[in-house]
């Protein structure tokens, strides 16, 4: 089965540019995570959509928005480009628990973007 | 706010020895799960084991097993017979159970190297 994918493998942006980062999570998974690693650091969440909907979303700034598709496939959006931005952007795939709030757990990740911005 | 401490930034293992990787948590929720992640310099982050925070027995998966201590916070990962393909940065992660978020809490990471 394929795992999780993520397009493109790098990116070369300039400061005040946008970008756009894509995410296909493995059959089945209906709940798409993204998460931004700075180099050095874990993973920080950034968003979680579920059923096409945010479910969550991290301490990042509006310049950040995604979406879900009806294919439960995902998009990053980063709008107005900074040096800071530049870091891994990993994409994460569920099966939503069933549970209170409808979140997930074992997340499952793609190989990651990494976005460079000069 | 929860937030996940691993102590050791890196750590070295001899090939076929064993090694333990630390990370303590802090949480008020009753129930949560916990991870261990690996990352190579690939980039890609694999699962390793986890933890459901309700039950007492410590999970193991093949060569990893956990030690988790749910009253001191402590989680920490025990590699045995260490291999070569096993360096790599690991990360302790944290997820509230049913929380409306979803999201894992990430460590800062350890660094592995295995010495042939």
């Known amino acids: 089965d394929a795992g999780v994918t993520q397009s493109p493998t790098h990116l070369i942006k300039t400061r005040g540019q946008q970008v756009t980062l894509r995410c296909s999570p493995i059959?089945?998974?209906?709940?798409v995570s993204w998460y931004q690693q700075v180099l050095g650091q874990g993973p920080q969440f950034i968003f979680q959509y579920y059923e096409k909907e945010e479910r969550g979303r991290g301490n990042f700034p509006d310049r950040f928005s995604a979406r879900q598709f009806p294919n439960y496939s995902s998009e990053l959006n980063v709008n107005a480009l900074l040096l800071g931005d530049s870091a891994l952007y990993l994409c994460?795939?569920?099966?939503?628990?069933?549970?209170?709030?409808?979140?997930?757990?074992?997340?499952?990740f793609g190989p990651g973007t990494r976005l460079t911005v000069t | 706010a929860q937030t996940v401490t691993q102590s050791q930034p890196e750590m070295s293992v001899q090939e076929a020895e064993t090694v333990t990787l630390s990370c303590t948590y802090d949480?008020?929720?009753?129930?949560?799960?916990l991870f261990w992640y690996k990352q190579p310099p690939s980039r890609q982050m694999i699962l390793v084991i986890r933890?459901?925070?309700?039950?007492?027995q410590n999970a193991t998966e093949n060569r990893f097993s956990v030690n988790f201590q749910k009253a001191a916070k402590s989680f920490s990962l025990k590699i045995s017979d260490s291999q070569l393909g096993d360096a790599a940065m690991y990360f302790c992660?944290?997820?509230?159970?049913?929380?409306?978020?979803?999201?894992?809490?990430f460590g800062k990471g350890t660094k592995l190297s295995v010495k042939p």
């Open positions: 994460a795939s569920s099966l939503p628990h069933l549970g209170a709030g409808g979140s997930s757990y074992e997340q499952y």
């Open positions: 949480t008020s929720e009753s129930d949560y799960y």
């Open positions: 933890q459901e925070a309700y039950k007492q």
């Open positions: 992660a944290y997820i509230e159970y049913g929380g409306s978020q979803g999201n894992l809490i």
């Open positions: 059959s089945g998974h209906k709940s």
